[in-house]
Protein backbone atom coordinates (compact mmCIF):
# COMPACT_ATOMS: atom_id res chain seq x y z
CA UNK A 1 0.00 0.00 0.00
CA UNK A 2 2.87 2.10 0.88
CA UNK A 3 4.43 1.84 -2.60
CA UNK A 4 0.95 2.35 -4.16
CA UNK A 5 0.75 5.67 -2.36
CA UNK A 6 4.15 6.41 -3.44
CA UNK A 7 3.55 6.22 -6.82
CA UNK A 8 0.76 8.27 -6.51
CA UNK A 9 2.17 11.64 -5.51
CA UNK A 10 5.42 11.61 -7.86
CA UNK A 11 2.90 12.43 -10.90
CA UNK A 12 4.60 15.55 -10.93
CA UNK A 13 8.10 13.92 -12.38
CA UNK A 14 8.49 14.99 -15.39
CA UNK A 15 11.97 14.24 -18.37
CA UNK A 16 11.02 17.38 -20.61
CA UNK A 17 12.01 20.15 -20.81
CA UNK A 18 9.59 23.03 -20.33
CA UNK A 19 8.84 25.45 -22.78
CA UNK A 20 11.45 28.63 -22.27
CA UNK A 21 13.89 26.41 -20.85
CA UNK A 22 17.42 26.33 -22.29
CA UNK A 23 20.47 24.41 -22.87
CA UNK A 24 24.03 24.97 -24.40
CA UNK A 25 24.26 22.81 -27.38
CA UNK A 26 27.24 21.71 -29.85
CA UNK A 27 26.17 20.72 -33.41
CA UNK A 28 27.57 17.86 -34.02
CA UNK A 29 26.61 16.80 -38.03
CA UNK A 30 24.38 19.10 -40.36
CA UNK A 31 23.08 17.93 -43.89
CA UNK A 32 23.90 20.21 -47.16
CA UNK A 33 20.92 21.78 -47.29
CA UNK A 34 20.99 23.15 -43.38
CA UNK A 35 17.80 21.57 -42.88
CA UNK A 36 18.84 18.49 -40.51
CA UNK A 37 21.39 18.85 -37.49
CA UNK A 38 21.86 16.82 -35.31
CA UNK A 39 23.44 17.48 -31.64
CA UNK A 40 25.23 16.60 -28.63
CA UNK A 41 21.95 16.07 -25.92
CA UNK A 42 19.24 13.96 -25.99
CA UNK A 43 16.70 12.39 -23.28
CA UNK A 44 19.23 12.39 -20.43
CA UNK A 45 18.53 16.38 -20.92
CA UNK A 46 15.38 16.46 -21.45
CA UNK A 47 14.57 16.46 -24.96
CA UNK A 48 12.52 14.58 -26.38
CA UNK A 49 10.45 13.45 -30.23
CA UNK A 50 8.51 16.71 -31.06
CA UNK A 51 10.14 19.34 -29.09
CA UNK A 52 9.96 22.68 -30.89
CA UNK A 53 13.07 24.80 -30.14
CA UNK A 54 15.27 28.03 -31.04
CA UNK A 55 19.16 27.71 -31.92
CA UNK A 56 20.37 31.15 -30.37
CA UNK A 57 23.56 32.96 -30.77
CA UNK A 58 24.76 36.42 -29.36
CA UNK A 59 23.53 38.20 -32.03
CA UNK A 60 20.30 36.40 -32.07
CA UNK A 61 17.95 33.36 -33.07
CA UNK A 62 19.84 31.76 -36.18
CA UNK A 63 16.58 28.95 -36.24
CA UNK A 64 13.94 27.25 -35.03
CA UNK A 65 13.83 23.10 -35.69
CA UNK A 66 11.47 20.14 -34.67
CA UNK A 67 13.28 17.44 -32.64
CA UNK A 68 12.42 14.13 -35.13
CA UNK A 69 14.62 11.84 -33.40
CA UNK A 70 16.17 11.47 -30.52
CA UNK A 71 18.50 8.89 -27.71
CA UNK A 72 19.77 9.23 -24.72
CA UNK A 73 22.92 11.78 -25.76
CA UNK A 74 21.68 12.70 -29.17
CA UNK A 75 19.04 14.10 -31.01
CA UNK A 76 18.03 15.25 -34.67
CA UNK A 77 16.35 18.20 -35.67
CA UNK A 78 14.77 19.24 -39.02
CA UNK A 79 15.01 22.72 -39.21
CA UNK A 80 11.69 24.69 -41.10
CA UNK A 81 13.03 28.19 -40.38
CA UNK A 82 16.31 29.06 -41.20
CA UNK A 83 17.59 33.03 -40.21
CA UNK A 84 21.28 32.65 -40.91
CA UNK A 85 22.94 29.48 -42.67
CA UNK A 86 26.35 30.49 -41.40
CA UNK A 87 25.75 29.21 -38.14
CA UNK A 88 24.22 25.79 -39.26
CA UNK A 89 27.95 24.27 -39.22
CA UNK A 90 29.54 21.29 -37.60
CA UNK A 91 30.61 22.11 -33.92
CA UNK A 92 29.40 25.33 -33.82
CA UNK A 93 28.27 26.33 -30.20
CA UNK A 94 24.60 27.95 -29.27
CA UNK A 95 21.58 27.99 -26.77
CA UNK A 96 19.07 25.99 -27.77
CA UNK A 97 15.61 27.46 -26.24
CA UNK A 98 12.47 25.19 -26.12
CA UNK A 99 9.58 27.17 -27.52
CA UNK A 100 5.88 25.92 -27.69
CA UNK A 101 4.83 23.91 -31.15
CA UNK A 102 3.64 25.75 -33.83
CA UNK A 103 1.46 25.11 -37.07
CA UNK A 104 3.28 25.71 -40.91
CA UNK A 105 0.81 28.03 -42.85
CA UNK A 106 0.62 30.66 -45.27
CA UNK A 107 -2.63 32.17 -44.10
CA UNK A 108 -1.24 34.63 -41.94
CA UNK A 109 -4.88 35.16 -40.64
CA UNK A 110 -3.94 31.70 -38.90
CA UNK A 111 -0.66 32.82 -37.48
CA UNK A 112 -0.28 33.20 -33.81
CA UNK A 113 2.41 35.79 -34.30
CA UNK A 114 3.76 36.78 -37.27
CA UNK A 115 7.10 36.22 -37.35
CA UNK A 116 10.21 39.53 -37.95
CA UNK A 117 12.55 38.33 -40.72
CA UNK A 118 15.43 39.98 -42.02
CA UNK A 119 15.36 41.86 -45.28
CA UNK A 120 18.32 40.80 -46.59
CA UNK A 121 20.93 37.61 -45.79
CA UNK A 122 24.15 38.88 -45.66
CA UNK A 123 27.49 36.54 -44.79
CA UNK A 124 28.13 38.66 -41.40
CA UNK A 125 26.52 36.88 -38.74
CA UNK A 126 26.70 39.51 -36.22
CA UNK A 127 24.60 41.60 -38.93
CA UNK A 128 21.87 38.86 -38.97
CA UNK A 129 20.85 37.10 -35.81
CA UNK A 130 17.15 39.39 -35.53
CA UNK A 131 15.17 37.93 -32.60
CA UNK A 132 12.09 36.22 -33.54
CA UNK A 133 8.81 36.42 -32.07
CA UNK A 134 6.94 33.13 -30.98
CA UNK A 135 5.18 31.28 -34.11
CA UNK A 136 6.20 30.68 -37.95
CA UNK A 137 3.63 30.61 -40.53
CA UNK A 138 5.11 32.55 -43.07
CA UNK A 139 6.85 29.51 -44.42
CA UNK A 140 6.29 27.75 -48.04
CA UNK A 141 4.54 24.79 -48.31
CA UNK A 142 6.88 21.46 -47.92
CA UNK A 143 9.55 23.43 -46.63
CA UNK A 144 9.62 21.43 -43.70
CA UNK A 145 10.01 18.10 -45.29
CA UNK A 146 13.24 16.06 -44.97
CA UNK A 147 14.96 15.33 -48.12
CA UNK A 148 16.76 11.72 -48.80
CA UNK A 149 19.65 13.51 -48.76
CA UNK A 150 19.02 15.24 -45.85
CA UNK A 151 18.80 11.97 -43.91
CA UNK A 152 21.44 10.38 -45.76
CA UNK A 153 23.85 13.36 -44.51
CA UNK A 154 23.25 11.68 -40.96
CA UNK A 155 24.40 8.49 -40.90
CA UNK A 156 23.45 7.69 -37.04
CA UNK A 157 19.80 8.74 -37.65
CA UNK A 158 18.84 6.35 -39.83
CA UNK A 159 17.89 3.90 -37.37
CA UNK A 160 15.05 4.90 -35.61
CA UNK A 161 15.79 6.26 -32.06
CA UNK A 162 12.57 5.52 -30.16
CA UNK A 163 9.85 3.79 -30.91
CA UNK A 164 7.46 6.46 -29.25
CA UNK A 165 5.16 6.33 -32.30
CA UNK A 166 4.21 2.74 -31.94
CA UNK A 167 2.67 2.70 -27.83
CA UNK A 168 0.50 -0.51 -27.93
CA UNK A 169 2.16 -3.84 -26.91
CA UNK A 170 1.35 -7.57 -26.55
CA UNK A 171 3.01 -9.68 -24.60
CA UNK A 172 2.64 -13.24 -23.89
CA UNK A 173 3.84 -15.24 -20.69
CA UNK A 174 4.50 -19.59 -21.43
CA UNK A 175 5.41 -21.92 -18.53
CA UNK A 176 4.26 -25.81 -19.57
CA UNK A 177 5.34 -29.16 -18.20
CA UNK A 178 3.33 -32.26 -19.04
CA UNK A 179 4.54 -34.69 -16.46
CA UNK A 180 2.86 -37.81 -15.14
CA UNK A 181 2.99 -39.82 -12.10
CA UNK A 182 2.83 -43.42 -10.16
CA UNK A 183 2.44 -44.47 -6.88
CA UNK A 184 2.71 -47.90 -5.58
CA UNK A 185 2.33 -49.46 -2.36
CA UNK A 186 2.87 -52.77 -0.80
CA UNK A 187 -0.43 -52.70 0.81
CA UNK A 188 -2.66 -55.25 -1.27
CA UNK A 189 -0.24 -54.18 -4.23
CA UNK A 190 -2.29 -50.88 -4.95
CA UNK A 191 -1.39 -48.69 -8.06
CA UNK A 192 -2.47 -45.22 -8.39
CA UNK A 193 -1.47 -43.18 -11.71
CA UNK A 194 -1.99 -38.99 -11.76
CA UNK A 195 -0.52 -36.01 -13.90
CA UNK A 196 2.11 -34.22 -12.40
CA UNK A 197 1.95 -31.50 -14.55
CA UNK A 198 1.66 -27.08 -14.91
CA UNK A 199 1.12 -24.72 -17.33
CA UNK A 200 0.59 -21.22 -16.87
CA UNK A 201 -0.28 -19.29 -19.95
CA UNK A 202 -0.87 -15.34 -20.19
CA UNK A 203 -1.45 -12.97 -22.57
CA UNK A 204 -1.04 -9.17 -21.91
CA UNK A 205 -1.81 -5.65 -23.55
CA UNK A 206 -0.06 -2.55 -22.56
CA UNK A 207 -0.70 0.99 -23.31
CA UNK A 208 1.98 3.70 -23.67
CA UNK A 209 1.47 7.58 -23.78
CA UNK A 210 2.79 9.35 -27.36
CA UNK A 211 3.27 12.92 -26.30
CA UNK A 212 5.94 12.12 -24.15
CA UNK A 213 6.05 16.19 -22.96
CA UNK A 214 3.46 14.94 -20.47
CA UNK A 215 4.16 14.40 -16.51
CA UNK A 216 2.13 10.58 -17.46
CA UNK A 217 4.81 10.24 -20.27
CA UNK A 218 6.71 7.91 -17.61
CA UNK A 219 3.52 5.86 -16.84
CA UNK A 220 1.75 2.76 -18.96
CA UNK A 221 -1.35 0.75 -18.32
CA UNK A 222 -1.82 -2.73 -19.01
CA UNK A 223 -4.49 -5.72 -18.72
CA UNK A 224 -3.73 -9.41 -18.38
CA UNK A 225 -4.70 -12.71 -18.93
CA UNK A 226 -4.02 -15.45 -17.48
CA UNK A 227 -4.70 -19.79 -17.11
CA UNK A 228 -2.79 -21.86 -14.72
CA UNK A 229 -3.10 -25.09 -14.09
CA UNK A 230 -1.56 -27.37 -11.67
CA UNK A 231 -1.79 -31.50 -10.99
CA UNK A 232 0.22 -33.08 -7.94
CA UNK A 233 0.66 -37.02 -6.17
CA UNK A 234 1.56 -37.65 -2.73
CA UNK A 235 3.64 -40.38 -2.20
CA UNK A 236 0.44 -41.77 -1.19
CA UNK A 237 -1.07 -41.41 -4.48
CA UNK A 238 -3.61 -38.85 -3.24
CA UNK A 239 -4.03 -36.37 -6.09
CA UNK A 240 -4.90 -32.44 -6.01
CA UNK A 241 -5.74 -30.11 -9.35
CA UNK A 242 -6.02 -26.36 -9.38
CA UNK A 243 -7.52 -24.73 -12.19
CA UNK A 244 -7.10 -21.19 -12.25
CA UNK A 245 -8.60 -18.35 -14.86
CA UNK A 246 -7.56 -14.61 -13.77
CA UNK A 247 -7.14 -11.27 -14.91
CA UNK A 248 -5.17 -8.52 -13.99
CA UNK A 249 -5.02 -4.77 -14.86
CA UNK A 250 -2.33 -2.23 -13.47
CA UNK A 251 0.09 0.12 -13.78
CA UNK A 252 4.15 0.17 -14.72
CA UNK A 253 6.20 3.58 -14.12
CA UNK A 254 9.13 3.89 -15.80
CA UNK A 255 11.12 6.38 -13.43
CA UNK A 256 14.46 6.84 -15.15
CA UNK A 257 14.10 6.33 -18.95
CA UNK A 258 11.57 6.63 -21.19
CA UNK A 259 9.41 3.49 -22.34
CA UNK A 260 10.01 4.60 -26.29
CA UNK A 261 13.66 4.14 -25.85
CA UNK A 262 15.04 1.16 -28.25
CA UNK A 263 18.57 -1.14 -27.46
CA UNK A 264 18.30 -0.10 -23.64
CA UNK A 265 17.54 -1.88 -20.53
CA UNK A 266 14.35 0.12 -19.48
CA UNK A 267 13.98 -0.51 -15.39
CA UNK A 268 9.85 -0.21 -14.38
CA UNK A 269 8.12 -0.81 -11.30
CA UNK A 270 4.95 -2.61 -11.23
CA UNK A 271 1.55 -2.74 -9.11
CA UNK A 272 -1.46 -4.74 -10.41
CA UNK A 273 -5.01 -5.76 -9.09
CA UNK A 274 -6.25 -9.19 -9.71
CA UNK A 275 -9.61 -11.32 -10.12
CA UNK A 276 -10.64 -14.48 -10.41
CA UNK A 277 -12.37 -18.04 -10.64
CA UNK A 278 -10.64 -21.13 -9.05
CA UNK A 279 -11.65 -24.94 -8.88
CA UNK A 280 -9.66 -27.76 -6.78
CA UNK A 281 -10.46 -31.64 -6.90
CA UNK A 282 -8.98 -33.91 -4.75
CA UNK A 283 -8.83 -37.54 -5.15
CA UNK A 284 -7.72 -40.06 -1.95
CA UNK A 285 -4.91 -42.28 -2.47
CA UNK A 286 -3.88 -45.54 -0.33
CA UNK A 287 -6.39 -43.76 2.56
CA UNK A 288 -9.50 -44.87 0.71
CA UNK A 289 -11.75 -43.62 3.31
CA UNK A 290 -11.63 -40.05 2.40
CA UNK A 291 -14.20 -39.37 -1.04
CA UNK A 292 -13.39 -37.46 -3.99
CA UNK A 293 -14.36 -34.04 -3.52
CA UNK A 294 -14.29 -30.85 -5.66
CA UNK A 295 -15.12 -27.34 -4.50
CA UNK A 296 -15.03 -23.48 -7.13
CA UNK A 297 -14.54 -20.20 -5.47
CA UNK A 298 -13.49 -16.62 -6.41
CA UNK A 299 -9.83 -15.03 -6.26
CA UNK A 300 -8.59 -12.01 -5.40
CA UNK A 301 -5.57 -10.38 -4.89
CA UNK A 302 -2.37 -8.02 -5.80
CA UNK A 303 1.07 -8.07 -6.89
CA UNK A 304 3.86 -5.38 -7.12
CA UNK A 305 7.47 -5.54 -8.21
CA UNK A 306 9.59 -4.27 -10.72
CA UNK A 307 12.29 -5.65 -13.57
CA UNK A 308 13.62 -4.41 -16.78
CA UNK A 309 12.00 -4.18 -20.57
CA UNK A 310 13.93 -4.21 -23.90
CA UNK A 311 12.90 -2.98 -26.73
CA UNK A 312 14.46 -3.09 -30.71
CA UNK A 313 13.67 -0.31 -32.88
CA UNK A 314 11.26 -2.50 -35.08
CA UNK A 315 8.91 -3.28 -31.91
CA UNK A 316 10.21 -6.50 -30.74
CA UNK A 317 11.06 -6.49 -26.81
CA UNK A 318 11.34 -8.90 -23.62
CA UNK A 319 10.82 -8.52 -20.06
CA UNK A 320 11.38 -9.81 -16.53
CA UNK A 321 10.16 -8.91 -13.61
CA UNK A 322 10.66 -10.22 -9.85
CA UNK A 323 7.34 -9.35 -7.85
CA UNK A 324 5.63 -10.13 -4.70
CA UNK A 325 2.52 -12.14 -5.51
CA UNK A 326 -0.55 -12.68 -3.16
CA UNK A 327 -4.12 -14.15 -3.87
CA UNK A 328 -7.05 -15.64 -1.55
CA UNK A 329 -8.68 -18.03 -2.73
CA UNK A 330 -12.72 -17.86 -1.19
CA UNK A 331 -14.57 -21.30 -1.92
CA UNK A 332 -18.37 -22.05 -2.06
CA UNK A 333 -19.15 -25.66 0.07
CA UNK A 334 -17.49 -28.78 -1.81
CA UNK A 335 -18.86 -32.12 -1.92
CA UNK A 336 -19.29 -32.42 1.63
CA UNK A 337 -20.53 -29.30 2.87
CA UNK A 338 -17.51 -27.68 3.98
CA UNK A 339 -16.15 -24.16 3.19
CA UNK A 340 -12.54 -23.33 2.80
CA UNK A 341 -10.50 -20.16 1.96
CA UNK A 342 -7.65 -20.44 0.91
CA UNK A 343 -3.96 -17.35 0.77
CA UNK A 344 -1.47 -18.15 -1.74
CA UNK A 345 1.49 -15.68 -1.02
CA UNK A 346 5.04 -15.55 -2.07
CA UNK A 347 7.86 -13.77 -4.41
CA UNK A 348 7.22 -14.70 -8.35
CA UNK A 349 10.08 -14.50 -11.10
CA UNK A 350 8.51 -13.87 -14.49
CA UNK A 351 9.57 -13.92 -18.37
CA UNK A 352 7.80 -12.56 -21.33
CA UNK A 353 8.17 -12.03 -25.23
CA UNK A 354 6.44 -8.64 -26.88
CA UNK A 355 5.94 -6.86 -29.58
CA UNK A 356 5.51 -2.68 -30.22
CA UNK A 357 3.21 -1.62 -32.73
Known amino acids: ?137 DLNEGEDKLTASDLKALEESQTPLTIVDKNFEVYGVLNISGLNSNSKTNVGDQSFTSSQSFHHIGLGAEYYPKNEREWFSSFSIFGEFTIQKQDSQAYNGASVTNDLNEFSAGLNWHPTKLPSMVNEFIPYLHVAMNLGVV ?39 ARFIVDYYLRSEAYKEDDLANIHNKKVSGPRLLCAFSYRF
Not at 2 to 10: A, D, N, Q, V
Not at 294 to 301: F, I, L, P
Open 279 to 317: RSTYKAGTNLGTPESTSNGSTSGFSVGGGYKFFTHKGFG
Open 1 to 137: MKIICFLLLLPVLSYALEVDEKLTIRLLKTSESKKTAMINRGTEDGLVEGDHAKFIVTAGIVARAACIKVSPTRSVWSIYRLVNADFITNDSVMTLKITPPVKITKDETQAIVQEDTPSQVTGDPAKLGIPLADGAQ
